[in-house]
């Protein structure tokens, strides 16, 4: 049984990663005022980042839609793939998880065997999702069977750990999840705020006060080293929109514990750089059982 791997761009891999492991990532869409670009196709988070400035406003997304999804699905039905996985961003940040069953229940109307069809609700973003992609690619390579990693994600979802420590308020004070006051009292006493992702959704959580490398530190200290033994050693994602040459640093530190089997750094897509901004960095894991 040959299986397809399908998410959407906001899983943050690199095309690189994906192609190795036979993932197909369909891109959301992002406005610069009228003019549609698709993310991690011909937009760049710089890109996004310099509208935002010049504007004072974020771009607006849209989701994958469901006529993308249903030939995207059929192609590969169609040319020698037997069944498919799909999860991408939370059903509670956008409609792309809806689109994506509607374009199953479109085929299965069809004639196509609704047994062909694994999509799973990730309830995450970015690397959470990410997790999900390379627990079942690895699932498939070794010869397991789409339910097999369908079953995998869904027993892995609870387990995710996925947050971020942004240097600025000012794109979740744009994006209505920062408060007018919030945002400017915490811009005055330099707060650098961790964003969990919790049943679905970016919700704030502890606030790091200072300077952004220390605040990092105390952050990944809070999140990885401090709690490595509750952690799965299987691998951990940095993803972030910071220059490459401090993440390599953070990352070198983490692989001289000699704990991960894979230490990955990946850029944020541009969808979820309109979420964080720039000079944020996220230590995304699975805790144990």
Known sequence: MRTKIFTDTTCDLSPERRAAHDITALPLHVFLGETDYLDGVDVTPQQLFDYALQNKQLPK??????????????????????????????????????????????????????????????????SGTAHLLLRAAGIVENGGSAQQAEDDMRATLPRLSTHFIVDTLQYLHMGGRCSSIAFLAGSMLKLHPQINMI?????????????????????????????????????????????????????????KLGYFKEVLCERAGATIASHCGPGTIGFLTIHKA
Not at 212 to 221: F, S
Request: hydrophobic share 35%.
């Open 61 to 126: 997304t849209a989701a994958v839609g469901e006529y993308d999804f249903e030939n995207a699905f059929r192609e590969a039905l169609d040319n020698g793939y037997d069944e498919l996985v799909y999860t991408g961003l939370s059903s509670k940040l956008s409609s792309t998880y809806q689109n994506a069953c509607l374009a199953r229940d479109s085929l299965v109307e069809k004639g196509y065997d609704a047994k062909r069809f694994h999509l799973v609700d990730s309830l995450q973003l970015s």
């Open 199 to 255: 049943d679905g959704a970016m919700i704030a959580g502890e606030k790091f006060r200072g300077k952004l490398d220390r605040c990092i530190a105390q952050y990944e200290k809070k999140t990885v080293f401090d709690i490595l033994d509750q952690i799965e050693p299987e691998r951990i994602f940095l993803t972030h929109t910071l220059p490459d040459e401090p993440v390599e640093a953070l990352a070198e530190e983490i692989r």
